[in-house]
């Protein structure tokens, strides 16, 4: 039985800490984006300029128990990258890298009602999550770790 993609994002087209390389030059990150779908899954996939396809090189583990409404991953260049997913099961989960190559750290933030779409300042720091209750919250990372609730915002 085939599942439906709810959700897509592109990864920043810049490597995280690879602004710009001791010679001046930028170096360019492999075309990635990131899915989210009725499968419950949040998966990476990556352009193969050899065969000309896109193909899944993640799955993204410990993640969400229904639907993902949504997917987006943060426009920040810096040393981490970051990626938030929505779901119907009342969380946020904000997935943490450094390095690309498959290590990604999970943390689940817990809201009030189903999460249906997630929304990375320009900058790349502040989540900004809409949920199912008329509300939306606005979420950074704090200094010691973790992720706290900023502003809640409703109508």
């Not at 990635?32 to 090189?57: H, M, P, Y």
């Not at 943390?107 to 809409?130: F, I, P």
Request: proline share 3%; aromatic share 8%; with cysteine.
């Amino acid at each position: 039985m085939s599942r439906g993609v709810n959700s897509v994002s592109w990864a920043p087209a810049i490597a995280p800490g690879q602004i710009v390389s001791a010679s001046g030059n930028q170096t360019a990150a492999a075309r990635r984006l990131v899915t989210g779908g009725s499968d419950c899954q949040v998966k990476i996939w990556e352009f193969s300029a050899e065969t000309g396809n896109w193909q899944n090189v993640q799955i993204l583990p410990d993640g969400h128990q229904d639907w993902v409404r949504d997917v987006a991953w943060s426009p920040t260049v810096l040393s981490k990258t970051y990626i938030a997913s929505a779901s119907q099961d009342k969380t946020v989960i904000i997935w943490t890298s450094s390095d690309l190559r498959g290590d990604w750290k999970c943390t689940k933030l817990d809201v009030d009602a189903a999460a249906w779409r997630v929304s990375w300042s320009l900058s790349g720091n502040v989540l900004a999550v809409s949920t199912g209750d008329n509300r939306v919250s606005l979420w950074k990372e704090r200094l010691s770790g973790g992720w706290e609730c900023v502003k809640t915002i409703e109508e």
